[in-house]
């Protein structure tokens, strides 16, 4: 029988599904997203064999634990870059949430439960706060939160007296830092639920359409009636409220709140960004591949300490992924304009 032959004898049905299948699967793989994950199954193959404790049950544990701090942050940071806009701040908001929240535990013997809502308070105002001095004074918001990450800073460490706050009283608030749901953390799952939740209004709202527009082109969107200053501070208040949910879970971590804090949180929310798919010029986006983004530079992180390398490789490695992921969106960039043009 020739080739011919028997794809005559295969059933249209099957044949119409393969179809669909085969390119299905090529839109899938051509995709960022898809490319980062892949990487991420590398990495992680490499570091099992190099290190014996990278697929036991508790390292893994404790990656869950990380990435959900980092994601809640980095949900928010992508809708900021989709927007076309960054926010440098998210490290400071954070600590000066704890802090808050840590104080009004230790001190002013308030229930965690209740404390966590003044948390989340905190990083809402603080990230309209943002938002608002930004379109007050005509400045991108990498400018303005230039000088608030160094406000909020200080304001925290006046509050805290550039000491750690320790020794908070029992509640059941910390089963959600050290508590899981079978083999995954409380901490992940709560993670994941915003994650699902942000994804569905990243794809489906009004609210995102209109970031990705201004982040694509600021007058078209003006144009189109696109309240431009109205979104910048919402989505900058959505930003903060990200970091101070974090800050809570934060607490429910490790029970305590130190004035270094939250250092070096933006970086690692950028990356997660920006290597998830996720271009710094901004007016595309993508939840889903910042989760993968988060993942990727957590894996790595937690590889290069098992294999006993100094901090110094963890910080280094966040901004070689950073500059790697940029220059490929640009090549990028330049392949589609040489093809349109």
Excluded at 105 to 118: F, K, M, R
Excluded at 298 to 319: E, F, R
């Amino acid at each position: 029988m020739t080739k011919s032959e028997e794809t005559t004898n295969v059933p249209p049905g099957f044949r119409m599904l393969a179809q669909r299948l085969a390119s299905l699967s090529r839109r899938v793989i051509g995709t960022q997203e898809t490319a980062v994950l892949l990487g991420l199954v590398a990495v992680g193959a490499v570091f099992s064999v190099a290190t014996p404790f990278f697929l036991t049950p508790f390292n893994l544990f404790q990656i869950a634990r990380q990435m959900a701090l980092l994601g809640v942050i980095s949900i928010g940071m992508t809708f900021v870059i989709a927007a076309g806009e960054i926010d440098i701040s998210v490290g400071s908001i954070y600590n000066l949430a704890a802090a808050v929240m840590g104080l009004l535990i230790a001190q002013g013997n308030v229930d965690p439960w209740q404390a966590s809502l003044a948390a989340l308070a905190v990083g809402l105002v603080a990230g309209a706060l943002n938002g608002s001095l930004s379109v007050l004074l005509g400045l991108p918001t990498l400018i303005v939160t230039l000088g608030t990450i160094s406000l909020f800073r200080g304001i925290t460490i006046m509050l805290i007296g550039g000491l750690s706050i320790g020794n908070l009283p029992d509640s059941s608030f910390y089963r959600l830092g050290s508590d899981s749901l079978g083999p995954v953390p409380y901490m992940a799952i709560i993670a994941l639920i915003i994650v699902g939740a942000a994804a569905w209004l990243f794809h489906s709202s009004v609210f995102a359409k209109q970031l990705l527009a201004i982040g694509s082109n600021v007058e078209a969107a003006k144009r189109a009636g696109v309240r431009i200053k109205a979104r910048k501070i919402q989505v900058m208040a959505m930003n903060g409220l990200m970091c101070g949910i974090a800050a809570a879970m934060g607490i429910a971590y490790l029970r305590s709140v130190s004035p270094q804090s939250g250092v070096g949180f933006e970086l690692s929310a950028i990356a997660a960004t920006v290597v998830g798919g996720t271009p710094l010029q901004g007016g595309v986006g993508t939840v889903w591949g910042t989760l993968v983004g988060i993942a990727l530079i957590k894996v790595i992180q937690n590889g290069l300490i098992l294999m006993g390398l100094p901090v110094a490789w963890q910080v280094a490695s966040t901004g070689i992924m950073i500059i790697v992921a940029v220059a490929i969106q640009q090549l990028v960039r330049r392949r589609v304009a040489a093809v349109s043009a």
